[in-house]
């Protein structure tokens, strides 16, 4: 089993920046790719940025310059520099990654979110 703890959300105002964090624990074997999702109610999740074992990233067009997707392997740590927010960025952030064992099919984990609001 793996578990996901995101930190890092709060409260700023318009053009201010955050920095969220998502540490992975558990039995991990393997971890592909890991991504940052975020949610608005009455609104679809919608991916914000995702990066590869090997370091490609990939990031939403609302957020590209202004967000930053990184991590850290050995610390099984996924990380989302966001500068230049704006109002429309406020949602609740989820951790996303998908773990390979050894044996049998690859496993998709989630957070459980972090919100992040920009307002004035």
């Known amino acids: 089993q793996v578990q996901l703890v995101e930190f890092g959300g709060g409260l700023v105002q318009p053009g201010g920046s955050l920095r969220l964090s998502c540490a992975a624990s558990?039995?991990?074997?393997?971890?592909?790719?890991m991504g940052w999702y975020r949610q608005v109610p009455g609104k679809q999740r919608e991916l914000v940025a995702f990066?590869?074992?090997?370091?490609?990233?990939n990031y939403a067009d609302s957020v590209k310059g202004r967000f930053t997707i990184s991590r850290d392997n050995a610390k099984n740590t996924l990380y989302l520099q966001m500068n230049n927010l704006k109002v429309e960025d406020t949602a609740v952030y989820y951790c996303?990654?998908?773990?390979?064992?050894?044996?049998?099919?690859?496993?998709?984990?989630w957070g459980q979110g972090t919100q992040v609001t920009v307002s004035s």
């Open positions: 558990g039995t991990i074997f393997s971890i592909n790719a």
């Open positions: 996303y990654c998908n773990v390979d064992p050894p044996f049998g099919t690859a496993i998709d984990y």
């Open positions: 990066i590869t074992s090997g370091g490609s990233t």
